[in-house]
């Protein structure tokens, strides 16, 4: 934010004049023009980030349960369930169920 500030003064001041010691100058007065009272509000403003960041970052870690997926594993209750599975749907009374 600081950098950001010192180089927008020195792009709106520093013209269409490149000798070194203006430069040099604009760079100074680009520096000097961040007050301690702009100082103090720079690091609120990042206190205040880093506080969001922590909530959220603490906010995600309790409501979000993890998620386990075991590839290449064969449960054989999984195998055995399968026969007593109960049917995906039955036909209404008076239809075959089948030629649908």
Known sequence: MVWNDCKRYYKTHVGSQFDRAHVKQVWH???HQV???KWENYVKHTEKIEED???EVKWDSINVEPIIINLGEENSSDE???DDSEPLAIPLPGQSGEGC
């Open 53 to 55: 960041w922590n909530r």
């Open 80 to 82: 055995e369930n399968e």
């Open 29 to 31: 007065d680009a520096l």
């Open 35 to 37: 007050t301690a009272e």
